[in-house]
Nanobody
Framework: QVQLVESGGGLVQPGGSLRLSCAAS????????MNWYRQAPGKQRELVGT???????NYVNSVKGRFTISRDNAKNTVYLQMNSLKPEDTAVYYC??????????WGQGTQVTVSS
């Protein structure tokens, strides 16, 4: 069973930056597409961005130019670099590992709060 653990969340002022990390327990991390989702209270979970096994990234329009996803397969870790943070970025951020055949996995989430 794959376990995902997010870290790096916290309180930051508007315009600030945070880097989230998601560490995976699996030894076959490199075959998974990795995704970042977020969910604010009372809102549906939203796909923030994704990075494929080949390193191709995609982002929701609201974070383009501000967020960057990267992965380090040697460390079994995916990152979400968040710059120029806005109050509307406030949410619990979740890491997701997806595979067309194997089971998908979710982390427990890390809180990001953007406020003055």
């Amino acid at each position: 069973q794959v376990q995902l653990v997010e870290s790096g969340g916290g309180l930051v002022q508007p315009g600030g930056s945070l880097r989230l990390s998601c560490a995976a327990s699996t030894s076959i991390f490199s075959i998974y597409t990795m995704n970042w989702y977020r969910q604010a209270p009372g809102k549906q979970r939203e796909l923030v961005g994704t990075i494929t096994t080949g390193g191709t990234t995609n982002y929701v329009n609201s974070v383009k130019g501000r967020f960057t996803i990267s992965r380090d397969n040697a460390k079994n870790t995916v990152y979400l670099q968040m710059n120029s943070l806005k109050p509307e970025d406030t949410a619990v951020y979740y890491c997701n590992a997806a595979h067309y055949k194997l089971s998908n996995y979710w982390g427990q989430g890390t809180q990001v709060t953007v406020s003055s």
